[in-house]
């Protein structure tokens, strides 16, 4: 089996091979035959993938986000096929996890150390790639494999990312790019912001390069199909269109991106402090602050290497420009830039207050004025004239126009005394090919950089497929700037204005961020050269004390005013990692069960931070340690970073001497992004080791060991508790909802000696876990020690010692391996059953299950069964049975072991129970609990063998609400 992995950058979304659906259409012109459309077809259907399933699932937790891709393809064709799966990520993304299942193999991604000699080789595919299919602001994961004739493969594909603030609003764009029709196809995304979501819009799909779809009915407001439900902290987002809103968006199944804008509220100057588990996050962006003066130089390439369509003129726009232009000026034989009327816009948009100049540069440096100018209309009018009659000519002398323009802004700074109440700016477009002049760019980054002494921040925008990006791109870091790209192919114009609209409103210079060094250790950055307004300072660390209330933090900086200092104590607002909404898996830990989303945003700015510097060090050994420190924290949170490579182990089969799995149901990965209850906690007994797993965050409502029922009461905070003695091979009805929320949970016993010296004649314990679920579609689960298996259509059996996911509409299975199996029912009811298992086990042991119900909100309160009736109930607890009835929640001075005695009243029953401490499994703790005794017979409806099923996906129900026994 042949697998290619790789990373580069790009724009399109393949699915399957181009050169063999252009094969099918060229045969027949070659051979000089009519081939009848139906047998066209039929060949293009043999030759081409079909993708069954494409979902993305992401959760922004903080500005965090947490996106999942599942993708599921048949091979139709009755031979082996390539397949290839790619997926447009935002290039500030880290991959963290990568899962390929090819019939019945299991090919799993790890983060490993990338090998110092392959450093080079990488960067040459990456921009070889970029060349090719660049697209702005993106990157491409592909993977490709050989899949067996009639066979189908999944793809499951995580990446994280911080959501970086730009006029006003955070951005999350997911790309939606199958290239076909898909059967299933949704973006589900979760926002939730504590501090307040102020504004939320979803944009209609953009693609900027439709290549022949179309649009959808609608161009304005969200896609059609999407849902969004939204309160004052929360927001979730569906886009799920069926086949036929998919024709209408767009017939060759290209989409785009589906784009989301957010903002938040914000209340304290300061900025908003979030802790979590140790670590902290401080965003800081002040608002209703007077703008700073720029002093800004506009450096534009006016090179022969601009001709092309970086130097398109649109029609018309010599009928706009004979408005303002003198009569006379207007050369037609010049090329106008496609740019000139954004620059146009951009020097409307400058404030009186602010200076400007114009240089334009080839081979020759032509400035506009030798000094910097105030703001006019006679000197606007001007400015747009010569920026009018600029015509491509010459070599391009980077070096030294930036020079010419630091000189430009030091001198004006020098002399109007105006020093830390302005900002000075360059904005430098440029194809960023050096060709006159200074041509090294280690000489050109060295002389800008000492010319600029960090007073001068470079903003650049690269035109053009050829531009040397890593030029432009250390030229920004190395001197306080942002960089953009703007390929041929799209509108520069409205790129380069929304560029400046981000620069335009300095609110504050030379910002320092200070906490005390008691109590922050490894903080990012501190010190920033700029704030503008619309953008976001953002800055993680850890606390050296965990239970610090108060967090002390000054900020100084310049305004347009004056030297101006904030100072207070920001309370620490601990916040609780919540169970259905966590992240990927914590990679290491300080002994905290809950994943800790501010801990992987720390961990994401902090190897951004050292990617940044390795790309500015030109100290060798300084460069040295940059790599390694970057390297060691990319492996530790399993982010796929230039110093880290991702490699695919397996082939490893889903279980020897299983069933073949004929094909699968869903789109499958190691772990999930998002999921509501995950990891496992200790078992009783010598237990087979597992890896560290977050311990579960579920109800005490189970069934586990031998079998010991718990059931717990929140609103009364009672926890009552029951034996049940059944026969081997007794089949437990559990739960019990089959006509309302169309679940349906068995558990069927074996049976094992009891220990010696025991009061019971024999133990049992759960084999089999199995769950009928009959809406919206109808899936069978049966789940033991060894296996899951599923049917849902398509037979699937996943092996418990393997971490995997599994998801379909509705219907998400989650497998740690070794530990437990999730299963979650249209997002409302969860259940998680943990797997015991023993190295040595003795007579009277076995391998078994455990079942908690850890969310129960989907069931119906007609449900019924040993535990679901017990759902949607609450109890009381009254002294003596002969006394008067007195509601207790606790009683006191209680001891180890039996207790007093009480009644118990629940759904009318009086039941007498007595106070016991009781093991509960999930690896928490011991609980305390009222006990019913002998089989709960006064405690459950009716009696223990009106729970007994007939076969393990038996519905009917004898009792409550049930229906008749059906399949």
């Known amino acids: 089996m042949l697998l290619l992995l790789g990373l580069c950058l790009g724009l399109s979304l393949c699915v399957g091979s181009q050169e063999e659906a252009q094969s099918w259409g060229h045969s027949s012109e070659q051979d000089g035959l009519r081939v009848p459309r139906q047998v066209r077809l039929l060949q293009r259907l043999k030759t081409k993938p079909l993708m069954t399933e494409f979902s993305v699932k992401s959760t922004i937790i903080s500005r965090y986000a947490f996106t999942t891709v599942s993708c599921r393809m048949l091979n139709r064709a009755s031979e082996d096929q390539d397949i290839e799966f790619q997926m447009q990520i935002p290039a500030a993304a880290f991959i963290t996890n990568f899962t390929m299942l090819i019939g019945d193999k299991v090919y799993q991604g790890e983060i490993t150390e990338r090998e110092k000699k392959s450093g080079d080789r990488v960067k040459e595919k990456r921009n070889k790639t970029t060349e090719e299919n660049g697209e702005k602001g993106t990157e491409i994961f592909r993977a490709s494999a050989v899949i067996p004739s009639k066979d189908k493969a999944a793809f499951f594909l995580s990446y994280e990312e911080l959501l970086q603030r730009r006029l006003g609003k955070y951005e999350h764009s997911i790309s939606v790019r199958p290239q076909q029709l898909s059967g299933r196809l949704s973006v589900d995304v979760n926002i939730l912001e504590s501090a307040g979501i102020a504004s939320l819009e979803v944009l209609p799909l953009h693609n900027s390069r439709q290549r022949g779809s179309g649009r959808g009915e609608d161009d304005s407001g969200p896609p059609p199909s999407t849902v969004i439900n939204q309160n004052e902290t929360f927001a979730n987002i569906i886009f799920k269109p069926t086949v036929v809103q998919q024709a209408r968006i767009a017939q060759n199944g290209i989409l785009g991106d589906f784009i989301i804008r957010y903002d938040v509220n914000r209340e304290q100057s300061i900025g908003d402090i979030q802790v979590l588990n140790g670590y902290f996050v401080h965003y800081f962006a002040p608002k209703d602050l007077p703008p700073l003066p ?30 303002w232009v003198p009569k006379g000026y207007l050369d037609i034989s010049c090329v106008t830039l496609q740019t000139k009327d954004a620059l146009f816009t951009i020097l409307h948009d400058l404030r009186p207050q602010d200076r400007f100049s114009i240089i334009g540069f080839s081979n020759r440096i032509k400035v506009w004025k030798d000094h910097l100018i105030s703001v006019t209309p006679d000197s606007i009018r001007d400015g747009k004239v010569y920026i009018h009659h600029m015509s491509p000519t010459g070599g391009t002398d980077i070096n030294g126009a930036l020079q010419r323009a630091i000189r430009l802004l030091n001198k004006y700074v020098a002399h109007s005394g105006i020093g830390d109440r302005s900002v000075s700016l360059i904005v430098f477009l440029t194809d960023g090919k050096p060709t006159v002049g200074e041509t090294h760019t280690l000489k050109i980054l060295n002389n800008t950089r000492e010319a600029a002494r960090g007073q001068v921040c470079i903003f650049t925008i690269g035109i053009g497929n050829d531009v040397d990006f890593r030029l432009l791109e250390k030229l920004s870091l190395e001197n306080c700037g942002l960089t953009r790209r703007v390929h041929e192919e799209e509108d520069a114009g409205s790129q380069l204005i929304g560029f400046y609209d981000e620069i335009r409103t300095p609110l504050l210079s030379d910002i320092r961020i200070d906490y005390p060094p008691s109590s922050v250790v490894q903080a990012t950055k501190t010190l920033f050269p700029n704030y503008f307004n619309g953008s976001e300072i953002i800055i993680a660390g850890k606390l050296v004390d965990r239970k610090l209330d108060h967090l002390h933090v000054e900020v100084t900086a310049s305004n347009s005013k004056k030297f101006i200092i904030l100072k207070t104590d920001v309370p620490v607002r601990p916040q609780k990692a919540g169970k259905d909404v966590t992240g990927s898996p914590r990679p290491g830990g300080d002994g905290e069960g809950d994943t800790n989303h501010i801990e992987r945003l720390w961990s994401y700015l902090t190897t951004k931070e050292l990617l940044s510097s390795w790309l500015q060090s030109d100290d060798e050994p300084e460069k040295e340690r940059l790599r390694q420190r970057a390297q060691a924290l990319a492996v530790s949170y399993r982010f796929l970073t230039p110093f880290t490579s991702m490699k695919l182990r397996g082939p490893v089969p889903r279980m020897d001497g299983l069933e073949e799995a004929h094909g699968m149901s869903a789109a499958m990965g190691p772990e999930p992004v998002v999921q509501s209850v995950r990891g496992a906690g200790t078992q009783p007994g010598p237990l087979l080791k597992k890896p560290y797993q977050p311990r579960i965050k579920i109800s005490k409502t189970s069934v586990d060991g031998d079998p010991h029922f718990v059931v717990d009461f929140p609103l009364s905070r009672l926890t009552v508790c029951f034996n049940i003695d059944g026969q081997p091979g007794d089949i437990l009805r559990l739960v019990s909802d089959h006509r309302d929320s169309g679940v349906t949970v068995n558990g069927e016993l074996i ?82 059953i943990l797997i015991h298992l023993y190295k040595k086990p003795a007579p009277f042991q076995r391998h078994h299950l455990g079942f908690y119900i850890a969310n129960s909100e989907g069931l119906s309160s007609n449900c019924h069964g040993l535990l679901g009736q017990f759902l949607n109930q609450d109890a009381r607890l009254t002294e003596d049975p002969a006394g008067p009835s007195q509601n207790l929640t606790h009683p006191l001075l209680l001891q180890v072991g039996e207790g007093p005695e009480a009644v118990l009243t629940v759904k009318g029953h009086q039941v007498p129970v007595v106070w016991k401490q009781r093991k509960i499994y999930n690896g928490e703790e011991q609980i305390d609990c009222w006990f019913a005794r002998n089989n709960a017979a006064k405690l459950i409806d009716g009696e223990y063998k009106d729970y007994l099923a007939s076969h393990p996906f038996d519905t009917g129900m004898t009792l409550g609400q049930g229906m008749s026994r059906e399949l």
Request: with cysteine; charged share 15%.
């Open 294 to 323: 720029k002093n800004v130089v506009f450096v534009l390439d006016s090179s022969a290497s601009m001709v092309g369509t970086k130097l398109r003129q649109d029609i018309g726009f010599s009928l706009a420009v004979q408005n």
């Open 751 to 832: 049976g094992a000696p009891a220990p010696p010296n025991g009061h019971k004649k024999q133990r049992t314990y759960l084999r089999t876990i199995t769950i009928l679920i009959n809406k919206p579609e109808r899936s069978y689960l049966e789940i033991t020690p060894s296996r899951v298996i599923l049917d849902g259509g398509d037979r699937l059996v996943l092996p418990c010692n393997q971490s995997v996911v599994v998801g379909s509409w509705g219907l998400e299975v989650s497998v740690s391996a070794n530990a437990n199996v999730t299963v979650t029912i249209q997002g409302s009811i969860a259940f998680v």
